[in-house]
Structure formats: C-alpha cells, structure tokens
C-alpha cells in the first residue's frame, strides 16, 4: 500500500496495531513544536494527533497529507481552515469520550459539593476540626445547568438525573425540547446561571464559544453555585472567573481545563482552597485512550482507502 502515518505522540498499543494490520507504515514523530512536525510529516499520507499544535505551516509542509485524524473529541488544535483549502481531511473520536468524560464530571461535582481536596488538605495539616465550619452539600435534589448538550451533556444528564436524582436544565441554541430525554428541560442562558446550583460546561472551543462565559454569567450564578468545567479553559474568561472566586460570587471550581496547559505553577488557582484543579484528565483513562487510538486509525483507513471518515468536522471536498 505504502501509506505512512505520522504519530507525533504514542497512542495505545492496540490503534498502532490496527494500522499496521492494514499495511500502513507508521513514523513515530521526534517531536512537537511546529519546525518538528513541519520536517516529520513531509513523507506522511496522514497523521494521528493528540494534543500537538498543528498549524497551517504544518499542513502545507505535509504534501502528500490526506487526512489529520484527532485523537479525542476538540479539534481546536488543528488549523481546520487551511486543512480545508488544502483538501486535507480532519476527524475526531467524539465517541470515544463520552462515557469517560460524563464520570469524571459527576466525581468532578460530588468532589467540589463534598469538597474532599480541601478537607485532605486541612487534615493533612493536622486540623480534624476543619469539617465543622466547612461543609460540604448534598447533590440530591439540587438542579445541575448543563452547557452544551450534545453526546457528553446528555450523559452527564443521565447519571445525575437517575444517580443522583438532579434536577437537570441545559442551554442549547441548536436543540429543541422534543429532543431532549423527558428529564432535561432546556432554558435561556441567563436562567441557567441564575438558578442551577452546580453548572457543568460541555462545549467544544471555537471562535463562537471562546470566552462566552465571563463576568456576565459569573454575577448572574448564585453564591453558593458550583462551576465544573470539563471541555476547554478557553470557553471560560480566566481573569474574570479568577476575580469572582475570590470575591466568592462562585463558590466553587473545579476545572480539568486551563487556558494555559500546564498552567503557570503560580496561577491564583492554586492559591484557592476552593478551587480543584487535575490536568485535563478527564478522558486519561485505559479504556478511553484505546477506544480514541483505535478510532482514529479507523478514521485513516477510511480516507486512505478512499472512502469519507466517520467523523469529519470539515469538509475539504467543498
């Protein structure tokens, strides 16, 4: 066949697996600053991208370049405009996370609700007493806002709603009630914010998204209201949300998601025992990373044998 597939950052054994069974060559790429991928992708038919900054200069290096196959559900990583005036195909594996992402989003909300790191914490430091001034709530009743309800809101809808007996509102301007489980009721973004208890944001990072919850929203939520933002720290204004933490018009965060990845070691987020930073773990399982490197090569074959992906979020032949 003699296709080769640039690998810029190992995947899972079992997605190298499938493309070697299908005959293609596999380059591991040495590494991934954009004069790095611009020289490894010169000879490469396709590539399977994690979180590598693919630019246009990339794009336009790799000459032969038919598709760039995201391992993961954002794509704000790749230069979709220049890979679509290039005839170059870019996928994802929204599947893939889904399940994945959805648990991690409700232990995102029971740790802030419980707040289990800041009660570590304090006991660590010898304070048992900690927990009398400083508990936690209940999830049970309480109503969770979901922002973006596609794949992953609609599961994280599901496990609060029949796990935890939530009350569960979404804003969507592209759906419509009637396609909605009964139990999520979609209303405006400002009623979102000024009546869930726990806000959960699902959305992928484009130019339409890119900090569209700022100070606005934050003077809207209730001061006990809890934030979990598990999609991408652009969508979110740091300096804003950082400003109404500490003036506790948020009452908690609890973020898998930076602006900045890794974030600045000194970053006021870790300043705040009200804060629960992980980085952007949320998808970092055994499970997930073999279903993402398996789905993306799947996406390569489809291409390379010429036929559509699956899961294009371009479409080059335009």
């Known amino acids: 066949m003699g296709y080769k597939v640039l690998i810029p950052q190992d995947i899972a054994e079992e997605g190298k697996e499938f493309l070697i069974s299908r005959g293609y060559e596999i380059k591991m790429g040495?590494?991934?600053?954009?004069?790095?991928?611009?020289?490894?992708?010169?000879?490469?038919?396709?590539?399977?991208?994690?979180?590598?900054?693919?630019?246009?200069?990339?794009?336009?290096?790799?000459?032969?370049?038919?598709?760039?196959?995201?391992?993961?559900?954002?794509?704000?990583?790749?230069?979709?405009?220049?890979?679509?005036?290039?005839?170059?195909?870019?996928?994802?594996?929204?599947?893939?996370?889904?399940?994945?992402?959805?648990?991690?989003?409700?232990?995102?909300?029971?740790?802030?609700?419980?707040?289990?790191?800041?009660?570590?914490?304090?006991?660590?430091?010898?304070?048992?007493?900690?927990?009398?001034?400083?508990?936690?709530?209940?999830?049970?009743?309480?109503?969770?806002?979901?922002?973006?309800?596609g794949k992953i809101g609609i599961e994280v809808a599901k496990k609060a709603f029949y796990g935890l007996d939530m009350e569960i509102l979404a804003y969507s301007p592209r759906k419509q009630q009637d396609q909605m489980p009964d139990y999520v009721r979609l209303v405006p973004w400002e009623m979102l914010f000024e009546t869930s208890d726990f806000i959960a944001v699902h959305v992928p990072l484009t130019e339409e998204t890119r900090g569209f919850i700022g100070a606005k929203e934050f003077e809207r939520m209730k001061p006990s209201a809890v934030l979990v933002n598990c999609s991408r720290g652009g969508v979110v204004v740091g300096k804003e949300l950082v400003r109404a933490l500490q003036e506790r018009k948020v009452a908690g965060l609890f973020t898998d998601v930076m602006e900045q990845e890794p974030p600045d070691s000194n970053h006021p987020f870790f300043q705040m025992d009200h804060v629960i930073v992980t980085p952007h773990m949320a998808s970092n399982t055994r499970e997930c990373m073999l279903r993402m490197a398996v789905q993306a090569a799947a996406q390569i074959d489809l291409v390379l044998s010429g036929k559509k992906p699956e899961w294009a979020v371009n479409n080059p032949n335009q």
């Open 30 to 149: 040495s590494g991934v600053k954009e004069v790095e991928l611009a020289r490894d992708v010169e000879d490469c038919d396709a590539m399977l991208l994690r979180t590598a900054n693919v630019t246009g200069a990339v794009l336009r290096a790799g000459k032969k370049l038919r598709i760039v196959a995201r391992h993961g559900a954002g794509y704000n990583n790749v230069d979709i405009n220049t890979a679509t005036e290039l005839g170059i195909w870019v996928t994802n594996t929204p599947d893939a996370t889904t399940g994945s992402v959805a648990e991690f989003t409700v232990g995102a909300m029971i740790a802030a609700g419980k707040r289990f790191v800041e009660l570590r914490d304090a006991l660590k430091q010898g304070d048992f007493g900690y927990k009398n001034k400083h508990m936690g709530t209940d999830l049970v009743g309480k109503r969770l806002g979901i922002i973006g309800i």
